[in-house]
């Protein structure tokens, strides 16, 4: 692909689309800094080079009701992004109005806007051609440093870029990282590869898990979703949360992946899903009846671990237990421990197991932590995405 290496920013206003959607703290506050960091890179490319910034992105999905909308706006989120380059950012209050277009109009070198929450404008969600014409208008070159956002046909994403000529469209270098990352995944992993996968619920990992297996050695499971699988291998789970309406899925899952996929041997019980329960472990796939499964066992922790230490290449998505609960925690930091000890390729993503990395401090010591939730689980269940179509290859 094209990248913010190949434009001439020199002096060029650069409109670059990146994914500003963090979690906020009920004060407004920016709650998680990740994404903002992450493009700083590309961010510090352009206005090292001469180029001046006009940043994009949605936070959230406002309702379209002004009243309600309030807490969508991206002000806190241009302070933080001020404090973390160290430069003045002005913030508009519009995308694409009179605000908007006169800051652009006097963005010198070197200077950074920030416009409006995009998703403030009904012609963002419907890909409008207007709308993206309007915004296009501001800026002389297109980025997307929005990785988050790929998977997204928006008009940021998609009309936007489109109204460039194709020698102005690239994306940043948090895209490209993450592109890199998917295509060891994908198409290029050292053996053995290992995937893990954990979550509540198997629907939303389907196809996921049907691509991977089709490329993993070894596909290790654990969260809830282990319930389901569990008892539709026939076995009484008690209390665990199952997707009762979803068995058929999961044994056509284990039919489809035979001795690749690995369940816990042991679990974490409870009494309760909550703090304060009693808890005790129990070896095998049967969970006592009014007992709740919360976390792989001691067993599966050193049996995961091992894996994951003598493999070339290891994804993981989703926690092994309800981890924000310490009591339940442990298997979900024993694999973030394993993953961060390993010299394999180890790549984190797809929103909670990427947020565990963080909390236990492991973030640095994996190769990779995705930006992305559903754009980073879309990649891999095998999916291309007509946000990067539109950016030209090299050459
Ligand atoms: C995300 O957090 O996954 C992206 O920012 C996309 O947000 P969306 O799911 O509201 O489109």
Redesign the pocket.
């Known amino acids: 692909k094209q990248t913010v290496r190949d434009l001439d920013v020199k002096g060029k206003k650069v409109l670059v689309r990146v994914?500003f959607?963090v979690p906020q703290a009920k004060d407004g506050e920016v709650a998680d800094d990740r994404r903002i960091r992450a493009a700083l890179p590309t961010l510090n490319d352009i206005l090292g080079r001469g180029g001046s910034l006009i940043l994009v992105s949605?936070l959230g999905?406002p309702t379209g009701d002004p009243a309600k909308d309030e807490p969508f706006r991206l002000n806190k989120v241009a302070e933080k992004l001020s404090e973390l380059i160290g430069k003045p950012v002005k913030k508009v209050n519009d995308t694409v109005g009179p605000e908007a277009e006169a800051a652009a109009k006097q963005l010198a070198p070197g200077g950074i806007l920030v416009l409006e929450n995009v998703r403030f404008n009904k012609g963002e969600k419907k890909g409008d051609v207007e709308f993206a014409k309007k915004l296009a208008g501001l800026a002389d070159a297109y980025v997307n440093d929005a990785f988050?956002?790929c998977h997204?046909d928006e008009a940021s994403m998609v009309a936007v870029p489109e109204q460039f000529p194709t020698g102005h469209r690239a994306i940043g270098f948090l895209v490209e990282k993450e592109l890199q990352i998917l295509d060891t995944l994908l198409a290029n992993p050292k053996s053995p590869y290992v995937a893990v996968m954990g979550g509540a619920k198997v629907s939303d990992k389907i196809l996921v898990i049907e691509n991977l297996l089709k490329k993993v050695d070894k596909l290790l499971v654990g969260g809830a979703m282990t319930y389901t699988f569990l008892r539709a291998q026939g076995h009484s789970v008690g209390n665990s949360r199952v997707e009762a309406d979803k068995l058929d899925v999961a044994k056509h899952v284990l039919e489809l992946a035979g001795p690749k996929l690995v369940l816990p041997v042991d679990h974490l019980i409870a009494d309760k899903p909550a703090a304060g329960a009693e808890t005790k472990v129990v070896d095998g796939p049967t969970i006592p009846e009014g007992w709740f499964g919360m976390d792989i066992g001691p067993k599966t922790i050193e049996l995961y671990s091992q894996v994951i230490k003598d493999a070339g290449t290891v994804v993981w998505n989703g926690p092994m237990g309800m981890f924000e609960v310490e009591a339940f925690a442990k298997g979900t930091k024993a694999v973030a421990q394993a993953m961060a000890d390993s010299s394999a390729v180890t790549a984190v993503g797809g929103g909670e197991s990427a947020e565990a990395v963080e909390k236990f401090g492991l973030a640095e010591k994996v190769s990779h932590v995705s930006t992305?939730?559903?754009?980073f689980l879309e990649s891999l269940e095998g999916k291309s995405f007509n946000s990067l179509k539109v950016i030209p290859e090299r050459g």
Not at 372 to 375: D, E, I, L, Q
């Open positions: 994914d959607n949605h999905r988050g956002t997204r992305g939730g559903g754009a």
